[in-house]
């Protein structure tokens, strides 16, 4: 986590969404002035998601939504407009269909 966070204060990302993340579980927390929202499998280190979102996105958070251990959202108030952002994961098992 430490190498992400170190990512977005170099290019200033507010927002920055993460697939395949190897977390399990569903939740959100806070550390370094980010704050992390994160949905994954229960019982597999696969297929996860995660936002990070930077103090000022943060505070502009009016709430997010686990849709599936592949998919999160969070919604934003900007000063234009409300913002959906959403962060996915396909799940295709590195298998292509012919």
Known sequence: M?????????YRLEVLGVS???????????????????????DQHTHGVEIFLSKGAASALIGW????????????????AKVTVICTNRDGGGQRKK
């Open 2 to 10: 430490a190498q992400v966070l170190r990512e977005m204060q170099a």
């Open 20 to 42: 395949e993340m190897r977390w399990t579980g569903q939740g959100q927390f806070s550390s370094d002035g980010i704050t992390v929202l994160y949905s994954g499998h229960n």
């Open 65 to 80: 939504k686990l849709v599936s251990h592949r998919i999160i959202t969070a919604r934003l108030q900007t000063q234009q």
